[in-house]
Nanobody, 124 residues
Framework: QVQLVESGGGLVQAGGSLSVSCAAS????????MGWFRQAPGKEREFVAA????????YYVDHAKGRFTISRDNAKNTVYLQMNSLKPEDTAGYYC?????????????????WGQGTQVTVSS
């Protein structure tokens, strides 16, 4: 069982930066690949970024490439999403998720555990 708690969301102006974190409980965090997803009101949850269990591989949705960076610290049981050059369209609830299963890191169906989310609002 893994429990995930996101933090670090808030209000930022367009062009600004924000870092969100996801702290995981349990001793087996390093066995899980991690992902960040987001969901805006009235829209479906969408993939943002993912990172392998050791951090050697990372994946991004096209609109996040060059702006967002996913990283993890297995010693701290934490995964991070650094977001730069934020745009109003990045406004959403951001959710971290954990998976052991092998599958498309961009597909939420392969993730077994989810956090409650943290809100990111980008003003224009």
């Amino acid at each position: 069982q893994v429990q995930l708690v996101e933090s670090g969301g808030g209000l930022v102006q367009a062009g600004g930066s924000l870092s969100v974190s996801c702290a995981a409980s349990g001793r087996t965090f390093s066995l899980y690949a991690m992902g960040w997803f987001r969901q805006a009101p009235g829209k479906e949850r969408e993939f943002v970024a993912a990172i392998s269990w050791r951090g050697g591989s990372s994946y991004y949705v096209d609109h996040a490439k060059g702006r967002f960076t996913i990283s993890r610290d297995n010693a701290k049981n934490t995964v991070y999403l650094q977001m730069n050059s934020l745009k109003p369209e990045d406004t959403a609830g951001y959710y971290c998720a954990a998976r052991k299963s092998i599958g498309n890191p961009r597909d939420p169906v392969f993730y077994e555990y989810w956090g409650q989310g943290t809100q990111v609002t980008v003003s224009s």
